[in-house]
């Protein structure tokens, strides 16, 4: 996945094609991993499913392997260096290389900034920042031995603006994430290594699910700043992650990338027109 002149562009009919590509996808149990890495191999891409969950990176590859394609689960904790080290291990073996990096895996602890302890500010720095990192550096220093590929980081719209409700720890590791992503993709661009985050607003897993449970008026709270009318939905993410992933892509790097609905660029007192 080397940098290309115009004059070798891909012919458009390959533009979105992965058949030889070797992807690592974390999170790939459920939600927005398992989607991408769906959308990934239904391209033509062989995974590898990294995921803390076991039972649920499993099932997701045998989803994918009656597609035709290769898909290994592995169990592994993000917050952990050393089982991202023996992740990509694995992924020397079984593939030899990587051509994407799917960075999705990672959870949070909510709590209002004058209580949370420090300990879940560390915890959700490891999972979200820690671990990105980790997985990105060793994809990276791949990704220089074979001269490319593209790496996408999941972030959140609380990587540039704030949401409040106890998000705090949150939402400062999301901003690690975004400007993680716009300095490896300067340090890396030189060899064709492209790194993006994509930036989602509410779509729906069951922590999600479970919050709108405790709290009723949420998702309405949510749906005034949408101008679509609806919460995300982890399909939403394949559509951008096969361009990203793909040649298509080849001259998008750096990018912070919403994916919200419209929520980003509607002012707190915008008024939505619907269609009648």
């Known amino acids: 996945m080397s940098s290309t002149s115009p004059s070798t562009s891909p012919h ?3 533009l979105f094609n992965l058949s030889g590509k070797a992807c690592l996808v974390s999170g790939a149990a459920q939600g927005m991993g398992k989607a991408m890495a769906l959308a990934l191999a239904k391209h033509g891409a062989d995974l590898l499913l990294a995921d803390r969950n076991a039972a649920g990176a499993e099932a997701t590859a045998r989803e994918i392997q009656a597609l035709g394609r290769s898909a290994i689960p592995f169990c592994c904790d993000v917050s952990d260096p050393a089982q991202i080290r023996a992740l990509f291990q694995k992924m020397d073996a079984s593939f030899g290389r990587i051509d994407f990096l799917g960075n999705v895996a990672g959870d949070a602890v909510l709590a209002p900034p004058e209580t949370i302890s420090l300990e879940d500010v560390e915890r959700t720095w490891r999972n979200l920042v820690l671990g990105r990192f980790t997985l990105c550096q060793e994809a990276g220093r791949r990704m220089l031995r074979t001269g490319g590929g593209s790496i996408v980081n999941i972030g959140s719209l609380a990587s540039i603006t ?7 720890a949150y939402s400062m590791a999301m901003g690690a994430v975004a400007q993680m992503t716009r300095e490896l993709s300067t340090e890396w661009s030189g060899f064709g290594i492209r790194v993006n985050a994509i930036l989602p607003a509410q779509v729906f897993n069951p922590s999600l699910e479970q919050r709108m449970k405790d709290n009723p008026g949420l998702k309405a709270t ?3 700043g949408i101008p679509s009318g609806r919460l995300g939905c982890p399909e939403d993410i394949q559509g951008i992650a096969v361009l990203l992933a793909s040649d298509a892509s080849r001259w998008i790097t750096g990018a912070l ?8 660029a509607m002012n707190a007192g915008g008024t939505v027109r619907h269609a009648t």
């Open 257 to 264: 990338i919403p994916m919200d609905g419209g929520n980003l």
């Open 222 to 224: 949510w749906l005034r």
């Open 12 to 14: 458009p009919s390959d």
């Open 162 to 168: 704030a949401l409040g409700r106890g998000h705090i």
